[in-house]
């Protein structure tokens, strides 16, 4: 073992120092990182890449999956109308036609025959949208769904009417914006023909509905910004519905005004609404206090939407002049707010009216037409709160099958009528007047012979 010695002369070993590492160079340090980090990048670029497509897959999956549920629907929808409404497995509601000569009840007023009572004093049994199948929102218009309800003796139609490539056709959406209508909510959409001539053939037949003597109803709302479409509307009435089954009030071809009018006119809207502006003395009714049997057998057109403010410039006196068709469509409507025989009404405005009294009382007068609340699920209204307030329509989603449906339903399956008459507080009676005294000569304000001589100048 090496050593030395200190200056005593003391032996002192010397300790061989071995380093314990090699200094390695600071490049050689950056390298070695730069490599971790290319090796790190690959493996985060792998991940992410794998992951991606893993994500891809599902979220395609999940859209593919959505979109087959939609297409689904389309026949979705009517398969769970027949399986609810049939005899084998579900409920039918079992509706016979109004025998118009049946008395109402023993205790109505001079044992009145139903065919006898006005038309605004009868319950209707109404369908709303009577071409969506389930939503209104993202779905589909059908129109199974249209002959489903007709042969449950549905005997109030209700449509929403929309513009597309120049014709009309009917399908479902949101209200408008701003006072315009911007879309539809329904992926599909009939054309108002199809719709019309599916009427024409299935409510007026007894192989397809069960009363098809029964009056029916149709509600018109028209969700179009373009003009045109009260035009389109009118024709495709007067060349679907046969005149055997409408209010005919003209005798010819009405497409091309090649005929004459009858005397039915004087209950559309344009005898009330302009003909009455027109001639203080020009000959109108009221369709709505005719009795039931005036329109039996008979389609009768609603309409709220009518856009009469601009027509009033255009309107001239030669019905057949510029501008017809304006004439030709309001001639096909029976029923309309505009001339004050119908209060259309959500179902929020019956149910929360901060005037019970006097929605009451107008809806004696007036034929109440209640629509369920805007949704995009179709909620059904409760029913039976309209009718306590005489609503005559009060139009159910028939294929929203909830609990109000259900019960809605089977009151008029206890009836076996689509036309109940309301109960007698709920009703309109006119009082006549008893036929005037004949006045006596002496109470008369004519002139008089006075004779001077006679006292007080008495006078005979």
């Known amino acids: 073992m090496a050593h030395t010695h200190d200056a005593s002369g003391k032996m002192i070993p010397i300790t061989k120092v071995i380093p314990t590492a090699i200094a390695t160079p600071i490049s050689d340090v950056a390298g070695n990182m730069m490599k971790k980090m290319a090796n790190f990048q690959k493996w985060a670029v792998g991940f992410l890449n794998v992951y991606t497509c893993i994500i891809f897959v599902i979220i395609l999956v999940f859209i593919i999956m959505y979109y087959l549920q939609q297409l689904d629907k389309e026949e979705g929808n009517i398969k769970v109308m027949n399986d609810v409404f ?24 001079n044992k009145e025959k139903y065919g006898e009572v006005p038309i605004r004093d009868f319950f209707v049994m109404g369908s709303y949208n009577s071409c969506a199948g389930g939503d209104t929102w993202q779905d589909w218009v059908d129109i199974n769904v249209l002959r489903k309800v007709i042969s449950l003796g549905v005997r109030s139609l209700d449509f929403e009417i929309y513009m597309k490539d ?6 479902v959406g949101p209200e408008a914006e701003k006072g315009k209508f911007v879309l539809k909510g329904s992926y599909n959409a009939i054309l108002l023909e199809s719709v019309f001539n599916t009427i024409n053939t299935y409510a007026f037949s007894a192989r397809t509905c069960p009363n098809p003597e ?21 024709e495709s009435i007067l060349k679907e519905i046969e005149p055997k089954n409408r209010i005919n009030w003209f005798d010819g ?5 090649v005929g004459h009018i009858n005397e039915n006119i004087k209950y559309s809207v344009y005898s009330n609404l302009y003909k009455r502006y027109d001639n203080t003395h020009w000959d109108s009714e009221n369709i709505i206090d005719k009795p039931m049997n005036f329109i039996k057998g008979k389609a009768v057109f609603i309409c709220n939407d009518i856009a009469t403010n601009s027509f009033w410039g255009e309107w001239n006196d030669n019905y057949f002049g510029k501008n017809k068709n304006q004439y030709l469509f309001m001639a096909c409507i029976n029923i309309s707010n505009v001339i004050g025989n119908c209060l259309p009404l959500r179902s929020f405005d ?8 006097a929605l009451k009382k107008d809806l004696k007068r007036t034929i109440g037409l209640s629509l369920p609340d805007v949704s995009t699920t179709g909620r059904n209204p409760k029913w039976i709160i309209h009718s306590k307030y005489g609503c005559q329509f009060t139009l159910m989603n028939f294929s929203n099958v909830d609990g109000e449906l259900i019960s809605y339903i089977k009151n008029f399956d206890t009836a076996k009528k689509a036309l109940i008459v309301k109960p007698k507080h709920l009703r309109f009676f ?30 005979v």
């Open 430 to 459: 006119p009082i006549p007047l008893k036929k005037p005294k004949v006045q006596k000569k002496e109470y008369s304000y004519g002139i008089r012979k006075c004779n001077p001589k006679a006292a007080f100048m008495q006078c």
């Open 350 to 357: 019956v149910v929360y009216t901060h005037n019970p009294k």
């Open 86 to 109: 049939n005899d084998d497995k579900g409920f039918k509601p079992r509706i016979i036609g109004l025998d118009m000569n049946q008395i109402v009840k023993k205790d109505s007023p």
């Open 214 to 234: 029964d009056p029916l109803f149709i509600n018109l709302r028209i969700k179009s910004n373009k003009p045109i479409v009260y035009e389109k509307i009118a």
């Open 253 to 257: 071809d009405a497409t091309k005004m």
């Open 166 to 171: 120049g014709e009309c056709v009917v399908a």
